[in-house]
């Protein structure tokens, strides 16, 4: 079993109030008694993509296991490489893969600079099919930021990620694609794409609220939550959300 435990939407900067929160899930994951294989971080990291906001959440995220990151709309590219990777300044698509208890983590930028809405570049998804096809032995988990598809909840469909046909068909032509994992909703919400579990991670900094919930797009008050993946030696995924108070 393989547990990967994933956040996202932090959207922390310089007040008291992302920070508290963002903490207090880190606080979190590092007390469990059995630390996850991994914690996947689905973009919105920082709010303003400041070098300094990345340099805070580093601060926070000192956990016994690997934290795997990729950014969203609020990421800046140059200030998260070198902020939050150690690594030289560049505006290319920030896409990385790992190997982590036998289970292939493809992290995948869907951001756009300047942009809210999501897509994936032509160098993205081609890279992305490459990584797949050389490692078809290993089931994958494919993440980003955008979700692919709309959620019924009109402000975050307005600005979800477009072209997913391109990503379908690439995730269509790899069978050992398990799920795709994805945040930018401010909300937990499982549904399907390309045959495949599509699962949206909750919101550290707020929730998105329903349409037919309320009148407003977030609530504020709401406690942080997390997912945690469970992967079994059948490649059957399983979700949980936790919320941490």
Not at 176 to 203: I, K, N, W, Y
Not at 207 to 232: K, N, Q, R, Y
């Amino acid at each position: 079993m393989v547990v990967i435990a994933q956040v996202s939407d932090l959207h922390v900067d310089s007040g008291e109030r992302s920070g508290e929160r963002a903490g207090r899930v880190f606080r979190y994951l590092a007390g469990l008694p059995v630390a996850p294989d991994a914690v996947i971080v689905t973009g919105d990291i920082a709010d303003h993509g400041a070098e300094a906001e990345y340099e805070r959440v580093r601060g926070l995220a000192r956990l016994g296991s690997p934290v795997l990151w990729c950014p969203g709309n609020h990421d800046d590219r140059g200030p998260y490489r070198k902020a939050l990777l150690g690594e030289d300044v560049d505006v290319a698509p920030v896409n990385r893969a790992y190997e982590i208890g036998g289970v292939l983590i493809v992290m995948v930028d869907s951001s756009i600079p300047g942009r809210n809405e999501g897509r994936l570049g032509d160098e993205t998804i081609e890279w992305l099919g490459a990584t797949l096809a050389g490692r078809s032995e290993m089931p994958a988990l494919i993440c980003f930021h955008h979700p692919p598809v709309a959620l019924g909840m009109p402000y975050v469909d307005g600005m979800r990620q477009f072209g997913a046909g391109r990503l379908a068909a690439v995730i269509e032509r790899h069978p050992q694609v398990v799920a795709v994992l994805c945040g930018h909703a401010h909300t937990p919400a499982v549904t399907t794409f390309a045959g495949r579990p599509l699962v949206v991670a909750p919101g550290v900094v707020s929730t998105s609220m329903l349409p037919f919930e309320t009148e407003a797009i977030v609530d504020l008050g709401l406690p942080p939550m997390v997912a945690f993946h469970l992967l079994d030696d059948d490649h059957r995924l399983t979700t949980h959300f936790r919320v941490v108070v």
